[in-house]
């Protein structure tokens, strides 16, 4: 089970991803190019509240999303 703050910031990314209209494949696809290694399904899972992601998991999820979002690429 996930603890407030992370499933805190689940439903934060969900919200900004569904906004911008992002899916979980182009998520993890920009997450994995970060140097990421945690799969897709498994990002899938964290975004609806049933699996536990590392706080560095985590924050590299939200850094690849505000690149998404904000069309940064440096």
Same mark, same amino acid.
């Given at each position: *089970? %996930? /603890?407030? %703050?992370?499933?805190?910031?689940?439903?934060? !990314?969900?919200?900004? *991803? &569904? +906004?911008? $209209?992002?899916?979980?494949? +182009? %998520?993890?696809?920009? =997450?994995?190019?970060?140097?990421?290694?945690? /799969? @897709?399904?498994?990002? @899938?899972? =964290?975004?609806? +509240?049933?699996?536990? !992601?590392?706080? !560095? &998991?985590?924050? *590299?999820? +939200?850094?690849?999303? =505000?690149? %998404?979002?904000? /069309?940064?690429? $440096?």
């Amino acid at each position: *089970m %996930l /603890d407030v %703050l992370e499933a805190q910031q689940a439903r934060r !990314l969900y919200h900004t *991803m &569904d +906004q911008a $209209g992002l899916s979980v494949s +182009q %998520l993890w696809w920009h =997450y994995f190019s970060l140097g990421g290694d945690t /799969d @897709e399904f498994e990002i @899938e899972a =964290y975004l609806h +509240q049933a699996l536990h !992601l590392s706080s !560095l &998991d985590r924050l *590299m999820l +939200q850094h690849a999303c =505000y690149e %998404l979002t904000n /069309d940064w690429t $440096g």
